[in-house]
């Protein structure tokens, strides 16, 4: 849920920066080959952050998963 949140976001933000290309280029007096580069490289940073964070999630969740699976043992069971 919080991967799918993220990513929803992660979309409506370059989605904003596209649809804002012209002012950005007036605004900071470039070309707009260099701001769609720069929001590709956003794109592409926010996307492995997404993997590790989603690596990390998963993780968690499998040792979380492990731990009550142990607890649930009969008693005198190791």
């Known amino acids: 849920m919080v991967l799918g ?3 929803f976001l992660m ?3 370059t989605s904003v920066m596209n649809v804002s290309i012209s002012r950005l280029v007036e605004d900071f007096d470039t070309e707009v080959t260099a ?3 720069v929001i590709t490289l956003y794109a592409l940073v926010m996307a492995a952050f997404m993997i590790i964070g989603a690596g990390s999630a998963t993780s968690t969740a499998a040792a979380v998963s492990s731990s009550s ?3 649930c043992t009969a ?3 190791p």
């Open 5 to 7: 949140t993220a990513q």
């Open 35 to 37: 701001i769609q580069a």
């Open 11 to 13: 979309v409506l933000d």
């Open 69 to 71: 699976v142990s607890s």
């Open 75 to 77: 008693p005198g069971r």
